[in-house]
């Protein structure tokens, strides 16, 4: 469901250790004590191997906890008396923090990766496209996006691959910030750069954005796929564990 340019392969050798990733993996989507996470749910679907029972059981879990906060307001809409969504009665305190860019951008893909996909309700992409003006002005304003260029990322390339549309603005400061070298400060920013390079493919494949800035992503993303290149070890990790599957997506 990714616009990936071809199906990812883990390094020779690392048989044990994806077996031990996946173990680990089933176990946190078996564990009922455990908040559903939506980044999970994505690697479950991306596994070579599936357990179709857990998967169903764990979107269903999933889907409980992204729907009821999320249809409850639409960003525009004016708020109730004490702040609160019209809907919402005064006596909900609304104690839990509401997913992010990020994390709501990975519950996107991950309905993106069901087959057939589940149709998200409306109300999440408007969510996440609200969630990234606030990064864009955030990003305008500080310099630095309200969470992280990796979320701001996420939240991009979520909205394409659902082929919904964001202005080239939003586009065009990640852009800025890869070639800036501003995707981080400092340390491993591989991730960052994959998960951007995934999102300026898709925008410029689904032609979600006009010729001339979609040229701009084409060679952006192929320069990142190099960067990737030449962080990857001998033993075929790139950057760490965790950036690995988002670098092995783009195609080094």
Known sequence: ALPLPGRAEPPAGSGGAVRALSARLLG??????????PAVYLALRLAREHHPGLERRYLERLQDS?????????????????GLPPSVPHTDTLTEEPPHTGRLALYLLGLQATCPPVSPHRSLVTW??????????????????VTSYYQYGLGVLALCVHRKRVRDQVVQRLLTAQQHGKLGHGGNTVDTEAVLALAFTCLERRRLVGSELAAKLRLAA???SRNMAKAQGPDGVIGNIYSTPWALQVGV
């Open 222 to 224: 192929h320069e990142a």
């Open 66 to 82: 992204f729907q009821h906060p999320y249809s409850r307001w639409v960003p525009g809409v004016p708020l109730g008396p004490l």
């Open 128 to 145: 996440l496209k609200y969630y990234l003006e606030e990064e864009w002005t955030g990003s305008q304003q500080r310099g630095h996006p």
């Open 28 to 37: 946190l989507a078996g564990d009922p004590a455990r908040d559903p996470d």
